[in-house]
């Protein structure tokens, strides 16, 4: 019924109350019927009785069986009487209808006088009287077939009707509801073809001056307004569109002038480095020539100075070679594949027994997972994360590293690298993976600052991210992750 | 019963009657006597029974006739007058009338049942038996009448046909009546119809 349409709905309405009405009105009508036909034989059989009665007081009186049964013989044109008798003033049985009937069908003695309903049978006892003497009882006995009949004459009457209200009904209904319905059925066609093809244009038509009308007006309304917004959506809509086009054109030009001056950058570092390279051999080459020929001229003083230039020099070529290593990864092609990180891990460690040499540190390994990625860089990564572990637990008692991967990685892998040494100062957390960024004293700690940096730019170039925790004198943790 | 009968069928094939058979046959022939003699005596009984009933019955119409026969007023002398049976000569009903009238009402009138030897007793009466004892005087008996409202009642056959209201005959053993409706009509009474239903109408004669 919920889905059924409102022309079914309606006329289902229409046709369910006339029903219902009509149903109740035949229901009380052969109720009345009932009562009022039932009155209306015991009045009917009652007044006969009292006629037989009356006729037959003369037989009773001057014994004439043979009358009597003239007079009862009279009732054989009443098909529903089924039995008659009269009996006399002793209460024995003088005449009897029909005449054919075994006298023991027969109550053996009158019942009091009155009349009762007994199994679809109508029993009346009479008396018969003569001028107030009792000279008898007159019983009659009448099948109920009449109002048997009767009803099932209704019951035709009323099945006949209901079918003719159903057709009646129906038609009716069908033409009645075309009024009514024939406005919500233009406004939702109407409504329909709005929202199949946004065309706010449309208007609904109005068929009727009531809350139809009102409703097709207001909901023309609206459309009207809807077709209003629609049109300044779509001019602001044009603006936005046109504005982005600019921003968009604006920040591709921007970025390739980014790229550009960063191409520019990376050129101009990489031939700085590499035309820096040249004269740094000479003052290395010369300072081995100037040390072999002037060992002997130099006082004490002469080689110290000899010593820091020469040391100065060297670490020079270090920074040199780092930027330069720095430069070519930014341009290097990721040559990605799948990676098994345990074994890459450990190599990573043998490769730092020369600087592990006669220190006793404690290296706590987890198991890694296998993961995508270009393996000469994943292996820095770890090589630089570990070298930096290895220098800053120098001087602790028990150095401790820890290499693992957090249990909840959200759609990536999160590995970490914690150790005891020197830690840092969390507020400089920002400036670690920046290139050159140092937070100790190159005396203290040997290094260029290119390390963390190539770090960072290595997973950033694999989709992941670098951060760090730490505490001064209590440790740091180095975390990066890569994507699942 | 069972036990002579069975004597005799062992005896017959002899061919010889024996003492014991003749007495027997003696015991057989005094049963059938006495049998005859009972049978006799059932029927006289039956028919003085029937006499009596028929007494009886006659008794009852007399005093049905009460209900459904109308007098004229001027038949009572007061409102409260006692309503009067009169039986004429010698009574066949004996005390089944009295019986049968008892203390009942017709009318809001008591009846009562007047007995007269002759006709020099006879006072005014509303119904009046005729006695077949009176055939002889009928004549003086009707010139009385004549004129008076009283319904009056005789056996048929006779003389009584010519001018009794209403006459007794059997037919097959049973009560009947004949109403001369002319008669009662002239004596100003008015006979119900369903009284009518029951008889057999005739006229003067």
């Known amino acids: 019924m919920k889905r059924a349409t409102i022309k079914r709905k309606l006329i289902s309405v229409i046709m369910g109350t006339s029903l219902t009405v009509l149903a109740l009105t035949c229901a009380v009508f052969i109720g009345y019927e009932y009562v009022t036909f039932r009155k209306a034989l015991v009045r009917g059989l009652t007044l006969r009785a009292e006629m037989f009665a009356g006729n037959s007081s003369a037989a009773l009186a001057f014994y004439n069986q043979a009358d009597a049964a003239a007079v009862l013989s009279v009732l054989s044109k009443d098909p529903h009487i089924v039995a008659a008798c009269l009996y006399d003033n002793q209460g024995r049985l003088f005449a009897q209808y029909p005449s054919s009937t075994p006298s023991e069908t027969f109550p053996p003695t009158p019942g009091r006088p009155g009349h009762r309903f007994d199994r679809g049978h109508f029993i009346l006892f009479h008396p018969v009287l003569e001028e107030n003497r009792f000279l008898g009882t007159f019983y009659l006995k009448s099948d109920l077939s009449a109002m048997r009949e009767r009803f099932q004459l209704y019951s035709l009457i009323v099945l006949i009707v209901v079918a003719g209200s159903i057709v009646v009904a129906f038609g009716l209904a069908n033409r009645f509801q075309k009024g009514i319905l024939e406005p919500i059925l233009t406004l939702a066609k109407t409504a329909r073809s709005v929202s199949e093809c946004k065309d706010y244009s449309l208007r609904a038509r109005k068929l009727s001056e009531d809350e139809m009308g009102l409703l097709t007006d207001s909901f023309n309304e609206m459309l009207g307004q809807i077709q209003q917004r629609d049109a300044s959506l779509r001019r602001n809509e044009g603006e936005i569109r046109k504005l982005n086009a600019d921003l968009e054109r604006r920040v591709q030009q921007r970025t390739g002038a980014l790229e550009d001056a960063n191409r520019e950058l990376e050129s101009f570092s990489y031939s700085v480095s590499h035309d820096l390279r040249a004269p740094l051999r000479h003052i290395d080459g010369f300072l081995g020539l100037l040390k072999k020929r002037c060992a002997a001229v130099l006082d004490e003083k002469g080689h110290h100075y000899l010593n820091n230039i020469c040391g100065s020099a060297k670490q020079m070529g270090k920074l040199i070679d780092d930027l330069l290593a720095f430069s070519r990864m930014g341009r290097s092609e990721l040559r990605a594949s799948s990676v098994e990180l345990t074994g890459l891990v450990q190599a990573s460690v043998n490769d730092l027994a020369l600087e592990t040499e006669g220190r006793d540190i404690t290296w706590e390994i987890g198991p890694l997972p296998q993961v995508a990625g270009d393996p000469g860089l994943l292996r820095q990564v770890w090589a630089n994360l570990l070298s930096n572990a290895v220098k800053y637990t120098r001087g602790r008692e028990k150095p401790k590293i820890e290499i693992g991967v957090l249990p909840n990685g959200n759609g990536e892998h999160i590995f970490f690298v914690r150790d005891n040494g020197a830690g840092f100062d969390m507020e400089y957390a920002d400036k670690l993976f920046g290139v050159f960024q140092r937070l100790h004293r190159a005396d203290e700690f040997e290094g260029t600052g290119i390390g963390l940096a190539n770090v960072r730019r290595i997973v950033s170039r694999h989709g992941g991210r670098t951060w760090a925790e730490g505490k001064v004198g209590a440790g740091a943790i180095f975390y990066f992750s890569l994507p699942k | ?205």
């Open chain 2, 1 to 205: 019963m069972v036990e002579p009968r069975s004597s005799l069928r062992h005896a017959i094939p002899k061919g010889v009657l024996s003492y014991r058979d003749t007495a027997v046959c003696l015991a057989a022939v005094s049963l059938v006597l006495i049998l005859g003699t009972l049978a006799e005596n059932i029927v006289a009984a039956e028919n003085r029974t029937k006499v009596t009933r028929e007494a009886d019955l006659k008794a009852a119409f007399l005093y049905n006739f009460a209900q459904f026969v109308e007098w004229p007023p001027e038949a009572f002398s007061k409102p409260d007058a006692q309503f009067v049976i009169g039986v004429l000569g010698v009574d066949p009903f004996g005390v089944s009338l009295d019986q049968m009238v008892g203390n009942e009402m017709v009318r809001n009138r008591k009846i009562v049942v007047r007995r007269y030897r002759d006709l020099r007793e006879i006072t005014p009466c509303h119904i009046l038996y005729i006695s077949p004892s009176e055939t002889a005087q009928l004549d003086q008996i009707f010139q009385v009448l004549r004129g008076k409202s009283t319904l009056t009642v005789g056996e048929s056959g006779g003389v009584m046909e010519r001018e009794c209201m209403v006459r007794f005959l059997l037919v097959e053993d049973k009560l009947r009546l004949r109403i001369n409706l002319q008669a009662a009509t002239a004596a100003r009474l008015t006979i119900s119809s369903k009284l009518l239903r029951q008889a057999e109408v005739s006229k003067t004669k």
